[in-house]
Every structure is written in C-alpha cells, then in structure tokens.
C-alpha cells in the first residue's frame, strides 16, 4: 500500500509565499496524474491544479500564474509553489495521485489522498 505525506502548510500574510510538497512511499507502485485539492469549511473539495504523467498542468482559473505544481519521480515527489498568496486562498490542501500497483494478485490502480495540510493568508 502507498502512503502520501504533505508537508509545508502554514500562515502568511497577503502576497507572500509557501510551497507545499507531497512524498509518496510504497513498494512497487508508479505515480500517473498528481492533483492538489483544498477545502473550506462548508465547501466541496476543489481541483487546484493537476500534473499529468507526460507533465501536462492545469489549474483553476483563480490561481492561474500565481501557483506552479510539479513533480520528481525520481523521488516520487510533487509540490505546489504558491505565490502572492490571497486570503480566499486559505483553506486546507491535500494531494491527490493516481498510482498503479504492483501487488501478488495483480496490478491495481488506485486514488491516494494526503493528510490536508492548513494554509491561513492574512491580509
């Protein structure tokens, strides 16, 4: 089984920064589609940007050219670089990723959350 970790959240003032990371570990697994999500409190959880397994990004409208997500599969790693930071942009984030596996009864894939990590920007 793969467990993912986040880790990097915290509280900022309006136009600052915070990167968030997210570690993936396991045995035998290959990482396809990376998202990052956040949620507020009475709200659904909203896709903020997405990387595909070829590197293609994506990202909502409202983060556009101020958020930048990536990934190292070499280290089976993804980050979400978040600049000039709003206060509609605190929420907790957590990672999302597509993983396959590799398991003694077959090859799976499955969908793996992180454990939310909070971002509070003040203004």
């Known amino acids: 089984q793969v467990q993912l970790v986040e880790s990097g959240g915290g509280s900022v003032q309006a136009g600052g920064s915070l990167r968030l990371s997210c570690v993936a570990s396991g045995s035998s697994f290959s990482i396809n589609s990376i998202g990052w999500y956040r949620q507020t409190p009475g709200k659904q959880r909203e896709l903020v940007a997405v990387?595909?397994?070829?590197?293609?990004?994506n990202y909502l409208d409202s983060v556009k050219g101020r958020f930048t997500i990536s990934r190292d599969n070499a280290k089976n790693t993804m980050s979400l670089q978040m600049n000039s930071l709003k206060p509609q942009d605190t929420a907790v984030y957590y990672c999302?990723?597509?993983?396959?596996?590799?398991?003694?009864?077959?090859?799976?894939?499955?969908?793996?959350w992180g454990q939310g990590t909070q971002v509070t920007v003040s203004s």
């Open positions: 999302n990723a597509e993983i396959t596996e590799d398991r003694a009864t077959g090859r799976f894939t499955f969908s793996y």
């Open positions: 990387i595909s397994s070829g590197g293609q990004t």
